[in-house]
C-alpha cells in the first residue's frame, strides 16, 4: 500500500483537486474513487487525506458542504472553487513538465 | 485574482477562531460518517459486522491524530497557542503577584527612563521644520579663513551681491542677527506698554519660507527702504494675545517705539519663528539704516531656498566663487571673505544630539541593568520551576513549545513594565520639562512648548518592552531549555547546578560593570560643573538684578543714542530708589552674547585689510562697573560728563590691555575704532576680566564705549540692591514708567540665575545622569542582594553541613561574602576597562576634566564597592544565623 510519502510531494493535492473536477464528493469517496481510478495502486490512508482536504479547503480551494449521501448519510461534501480549478489547471501544467522532464530522463540512451 | 479565494479563507480563519466548538463538532461528525462509509463498504465484502468495523477503524488510524493535523491545517493554532498561554502566564503570576510586582517595577523603571529621554529627543530634535520643503531650506554664511567654525554673519551690500548673482536658490532673505525687543504703545483692552520680541526681515523673508499671512499681505520690496518701513506683520500669538483676534486690525495703525505702523499681515498659527533667541512675535520690514550700507558691517542672517534639484554642495561650490570675486572687488572690508551655505535642518542642535544621545546611552545602561535584574529573578523562578517543565518534556511536550511559552511570560511581563514605564515617562517628562524650563532652549526654529506623548513615542516604548523582554528572557530561557529531563526529577526538586549559580553571579558581574560606566560619566560631570562653578565669573552676581529695555535709535548699532540723558534718567530715578546701591546698564550682558568691533591701534603700524585687530565690543552706563562689582583695575569708569561733544572714550578690560599694551601702561593710549580713519578713543580704565562668552570660555579682549556716545537698541540695566532683588521689580518699573512710559522692561531676573541658566547645558546632563547613575546603583545593590540571598538559600543545606563540622559563623559569611565579592571585583574591573573606552565620548560635555580622571573613577569604584559589599553583607548575614540542626531537618 502506498504511503503518502510515497507520492512525489504535492501529488496528493493534484490527485484531490482532478478527482473533484469530475463532481463534488465526500472524503471517503474521494479516497475510493483515486483507488479504482488508480487500479488499485494508489490507496489514500485517511490519515493523509484529511489534513490535505482541509488544508486544501482552508486555502480558498474546495468549499465544504454538508449533505445527503448516496447511502442516505450526511457527508461534508467538497467542490471545486473557481480558485481551486485554475489551481488544478496550474498543477496538471507542473506535473506533465515534471513527468515529462522525468520521461526523457529515464528513456535516455545509453552511450 | 480571485477576491471570492480571499473571503473564503478569511471566512474559514475567523469561524476557526470564533466559533471553535462548531468547527471541531464538525470535524468530528466527517470523521465519523467516513468511519461509517467505511464499516458499510466492508460490510458488502467478506467480513463478519464486527470484523468490518474493526477494519475500517484500523483503516482510519489514530482518530486523534488525524483531527491534531486537520487542526494545523486551519493554521490558527498559534493564535490559539498564544491565548492559551497568556491564560496560563497570567494564572501563574497570579499565584507569585510578589514576583510579577517586583518585575514590572524593574522594568518600568528602566523602560520608562528610556521613554521619557525618547521624549525629550522627539519634542526637540525629531520635530520636522515648521516650514513646507524645510529640507531646500540653507543658510547662507560669509566665512574666513579654514573652517570649521569659520561662519560669520552677512552684511547686507554682500547679500545683495549673493541675489544677484546666484543661480541655486530660488528666493534668499536676510534678517537681523540679534533682532530687540519692539516697544507696542497701550492698545484697546492692553493699558500697559509691552517690549515683544520682533525682527526686521526683508520683503522676501516669508517667501524663502513660504509662509503667507492668512491676513493681508506680506511685505512688498519698497518697504525695504527707509521711510517706507512703518509697517508690521503680527503672529498669530500676539495677534490674539494682544489685540483679541479682530481681522480688522489688517490696515490700522498701532505704536511700535513711539511712531506710528500699520499692520499689513497676521502670520498663521502654525508660522513661529525663533533663531538665536527666543520666539518672534512681529515683524517689519528691513528699513536699511546708514549703517546697514557697510559692506563690513556684518549684522543680518542670511537664509535661502535652493531650486528644486540643486544640491548642498553645488550651491556650496557656486557661492565660494561668487564670494571669491566680491571679495575680489571689496579689498578693504572683504579680503579673504569666503561663502558657503548650511543646511538649515539640523543647524545648532549638535550639543543637544551629543547631550540627547549620552543620556539615551546612560539609560540604555540602566535599561540592561534592569534586564539583568529581571533574568535573576527569572533564573531563580526557573529554579523553582525545573520540576514543572522536566515533567512536561517528559510528557512529549516539544521544546519549542515551552521556549514558546517562556517567551509569552516574558513579553507579558515586559509590555506590563512597558505600560508603568510609560505611565512613569509622562510624568517624568513633565517634571523635566518644569525643572530645566525646557521653553527656554530656544532650539533654532524648533519653538519647544510642551513635551507631547504622542504615537512616536507610544511606539519606542512598544519597541523598548518588547526588545526587552527578548533580552532578559533569552538567558533563563535557554537555561531552562538546556536541562536534562532527568536530573530535576531526581533531586527532588531541590538544588541548584553550579552552573546556573555560575551563571547568576556573572550576571552581577555584568550589573556592576554598566554600573559603574554609567556612574564614571555622573562622577565626571559633577567634578566639571564643579570646577565650571568655582570659576570666579568676574563679577559678583548677588543681589543683583537685571532687566532688558529696547531703546530704539536711528543709527542702530553705531550711532549716537536718540536718548542721551538715558543713562543719567536711569541712575537718577532708580538710584533714588531706597536699598538701591548701584545702577548701570550694557550692550551687552556677560554670559548673553557679544558683538565685536576691529580697531587700529595708534602708534603702531596700520594693520592692513582683513587683519585688523578685533575685540568684543559694548557699551556701557556710567555705573555698570560699580553695578556689576566688576574691578577697576587701572583708571576710572564712564561718568556723565562724557558726551558726543567730549573726547571719545573707552574702557578696556585685563585681557585687552595685555595683548595690546603688553608692557606699558594702557591709560591714555588711543585706538581708531573701526579703521585708521575712524574716530579716535583714549582709553580712560582698564576693568577685570568678565568670562563673558560663559563660564567655560576663558575672558577674550573686550572694549566699552559710552552709551552717551555710541548708543545701543538693547540695553540690559543691572541694580545692585541691598536685599532680594527681585522684591525691587515693582518700584522700578513704577519710577521708569513715569520718565519713559513707552519703554517698558522686560526679562527681569537675578543675575544669579542667569548665571545658574547659563552653565544649563551642563547642568540638564549632568543631573540627569546622575539621577540614573543613583538609579543604576540602587537596581545594582538589589541584584546582588537577590542572588546572594537567592544563593543562601540554595546553599542552606550545604552551610548546614559545614557548620555542624564546625565552621563559625563568621567563616560562614566570609565564604557568602568572599564567593559574591570575586564576582563583583571582576564586574569592577569590567566596568573600569569599560568606563576608559567611553568616557572619552564625553569629553565634549567636560570642563577642565580629563575622561580618565583617577580620582572620578577611583571615588565611584569605590561608591559601587561599598554599596556591592553591603547589598552582599545583609544577606550573607543569614546564612550566618543559619541554625545547623535546623537546617539539616529541612531536607
Known sequence: MSKPSDLIQGTLDLLILRTLSLEPMHGWAIGRCIQQASNEVLQITQGALYPALHRLEQQGWLRGQWRESETGREAKFYSLTRAGRAQLAKELAQWERLSGAVGLVIRMEER | ?891
Open chain 2, 1 to 891: 485574482m480571485y477576491p471570492e479565494r480571499w473571503l473564503d479563507i478569511a471566512r474559514l480563519r475567523l469561524r476557526s477562531l470564533f466559533r471553535r466548538a462548531a468547527v471541531e463538532s464538525e470535524l468530528k461528525r466527517e470523521l465519523r460518517a467516513h468511519l461509517a462509509h467505511e464499516t458499510e463498504a466492508s460490510r458488502n465484502s467478506k467480513f463478519s459486522p464486527h470484523e468490518s468495523q474493526f477494519t475500517a477503524l484500523r483503516h482510519l488510524g489514530g482518530a486523534a491524530q488525524i483531527q491534531e493535523q486537520c487542526r494545523d491545517m486551519r493554521r490558527t493554532n498559534h493564535i490559539e497557542n498564544v491565548l492559551r498561554d497568556l491564560k496560563y502566564a497570567l494564572r501563574s503570576f497570579g499565584k507569585t503577584p510578589g514576583f510579577a510586582l517586583m518585575v514590572t517595577l524593574t522594568l518600568a523603571l528602566g523602560i520608562g527612563a528610556n521613554t521619557t529621554i525618547f521624549s525629550v529627543m522627539n519634542a526637540t530634535l525629531l520635530q520636522p521644520l515648521p516650514f513646507p520643503h524645510a529640507d531646500r531650506l540653507a543658510l547662507i554664511w560669509e566665512t574666513f579663513g579654514p573652517g570649521p567654525d569659520n561662519t560669520n554673519i552677512v552684511s547686507a551690500p554682500n547679500f545683495w551681491d549673493f541675489q544677484r548673482l546666484s543661480q541655486s536658490f530660488s528666493s534668499m532673505a536676510i534678517f537681523d542677527s540679534s533682532g530687540r525687543g519692539y516697544n507696542l504703545g497701550p492698545a484697546g483692552n492692553s493699558k500697559q506698554a509691552e517690549q515683544v520680541s520682533g525682527l526686521r526681515v526683508t520683503a522676501s523673508f516669508f517667501t524663502v519660507l513660504e509662509a503667507q499671512p492668512f491676513l493681508g499681505r506680506a511685505f512688498l520690496p519698497e518697504e525695504e527702504k527707509r521711510g517706507n518701513d512703518r509697517e508690521v506683520i503680527l503672529t498669530y500669538g500676539l495677534w490674539k494675545r494682544r489685540y483679541g483676534g479682530d481681522p480688522s486690525i489688517i490696515g490700522r495703525s498701532i505704536r511700535v517705539d513711539s511712531a506710528d505702523f500699520t499692520v499689513v499681515g497676521v502670520m498663521p498659527q502654525q508660522f513661529r519663528w525663533q533663531f538665536w533667541s527666543n520666539e518672534r512675535q512681529l515683524f517689519v520690514p528691513i528699513g536699511y539704516t546708514k549703517t546697514d550700507y557697510g559692506r563690513g558691517d556684518n549684522s543680518f542672517l542670511c537664509i535661502g531656498r535652493l531650486k528644486p534639484g540643486v544640491t548642498i554642495p553645488q550651491s556650496q561650490a557656486e557661492l565660494a566663487s561668487i564670494a571669491k570675486n566680491v571679495a575680489a572687488q571689496y579689498p578693504k572690508d572683504d579680503a579673504n571673505m569666503g561663502a558657503t551655505a548650511l543646511p538649515i535642518a539640523d543647524y545648532g542642535l549638535q550639543w543637544l544630539r551629543i547631550i540627547l544621545l549620552t543620556l539615551l546611552a546612560a539609560v540604555g545602561f540602566v535599561l540592561l541593568i534592569a534586564c539583568v535584574n529581571v533574568a535573576n529573578l527569572l533564573l531563580a523562578r526557573g529554579a523553582s520551576r525545573q520540576k514543572e517543565f522536566a515533567i512536561r518534556l517528559a510528557l512529549g511536550a516539544p521544546a519549542g513549545r515551552i521556549a514558546r511559552q517562556l517567551l509569552t511570560e516574558n513579553l507579558l511581563l515586559a509590555l506590563a513594565g512597558g505600560a508603568a514605564g510609560l505611565l512613569l515617562a509622562t510624568i517624568l517628562t513633565r517634571v523635566l520639562f518644569l525643572t530645566f524650563h525646557l521653553d527656554t532652549l530656544y532650539l533654532p526654529m524648533r519653538p519647544v512648548d510642551a513635551i507631547h506623548t504622542d504615537s512616536r513615542v507610544y511606539i519606542f516604548a512598544l519597541a523598548v518592552s518588547c526588545v526587552t523582554g527578548l533580552l532578559f528572557g533569552i538567558v533563563p530561557a535557554f537555561s531552562a531549555l538546556r536541562a536534562n529531563v532527568n536530573d530535576p526529577l531526581k533531586e527532588g526538586g531541590r538544588g541548584q547546578s553550579s552552573a546556573r549559580s555560575h551563571l547568576r553571579h556573572a550576571l552581577v558581574a555584568c550589573e556592576v560593570a554598566l554600573a559603574l560606566v554609567i556612574l564614571s560619566g555622573a562622577g565626571l560631570m559633577i567634578k566639571s560643573m564643579s570646577r565650571l562653578l568655582g570659576v570666579d565669573p568676574g563679577f559678583k552676581p548677588h543681589n543683583v538684578l537685571n532687566m532688558v529695555m529696547s531703546v530704539p535709535q536711528e543709527e542702530i548699532y553705531v550711532g549716537p543714542p536718540d536718548l542721551p540723558r538715558f543713562c543719567q534718567d536711569l541712575s537718577d530715578r532708580i538710584g533714588a530708589i531706597p536699598g538701591v546701591l548701584a545702577v548701570g546698564a550694557v550692550g551687552h550682558l556677560p554670559l548673553r552674547g557679544n558683538a565685536g568691533r576691529s580697531f587700529q591701534v595708534e602708534g603702531k603700524p596700520p594693520a592692513t585689510p582683513g587683519n585688523m585687530p578685533g575685540a568684543s565690543y559694548s557699551v556701557a552706563c556710567p555705573g555698570y562697573f560699580r553695578a556689576m562689582a566688576i574691578p577697576m583695575i587701572k583708571g576710572r569708569e564712564f561718568t556723565n560728563n562724557e558726551t558726543l561733544h567730549s573726547p571719545g572714550v573707552i574702557v578696556i578690560n585685563e585681557s585687552m590691555a595685555r595683548l595690546y599694551w603688553p608692557k606699558e601702561d594702557a591709560i591714555g593710549k588711543a585706538i581708531r575704532f573701526g579703521g585708521s580713519n575712524g574716530p579716535r578713543l583714549t582709553i580712560i580704565g582698564v576693568a577685570g576680566d568678565v568670562h563673558f562668552q560663559g563660564l567655560d570660555s576663558p575672558a577674550r579682549p573686550q572694549f566699552f564705549r559710552p552709551y552717551t556716545q555710541a548708543g545701543w537698541p538693547i540695553m540690559n540695566v543691572v541694580v545692585r540692591t541691598a536685599s532680594f532683588p527681585l522684591s525691587f521689580e515693582t518700584p522700578i518699573r513704577k519710577s521708569l514708567a513715569e520718565i519713559m512710559p513707552d519703554l517698558p522692561v522686560s526679562e527681569v531676573d537675578t543675575l544669579e540665575n542667569i548665571l545658574k541658566s547659563s552653565t544649563g547645558a551642563r547642568r540638564f546632563p549632568m543631573l540627569l545622569l546622575s539621577a540614573f547613575s543613583v538609579l543604576a546603583l540602587v537596581l545594582a545593590a538589589i541584584g546582588i542582594a537577590g542572588v546572594v540571598g537567592h544563593s543562601v538559600v540554595q546553599r542552606t543545606n550545604e552551610i548546614g553541613i559545614r557548620m555542624a563540622l564546625g565552621a563559625g559563623s563568621v567563616d560562614v559569611l566570609r565564604l557568602m561574602i568572599n564567593a559574591n565579592m570575586l564576582w563583583v571585583l571582576a564586574g569592577l574591573l569590567a566596568g573600569l576597562a569599560g568606563s576608559l573606552a567611553l568616557t572619552r565620548l564625553l569629553t565634549r560635555m567636560l570642563y577642565e576634566v580629563r575622561p580618565l580622571d583617577p580620582a572620578v573613577l577611583g571615588g565611584v569604584s569605590a561608591v559601587l564597592a561599598a554599596v556591592a559589599l553591603a547589598a552582599t553583607y545583609f544577606p550573607a548575614r543569614r546564612a550566618a544565623c543559619i541554625d545547623p540542626i535546623a537546617a539539616l531537618r529541612n531536607q
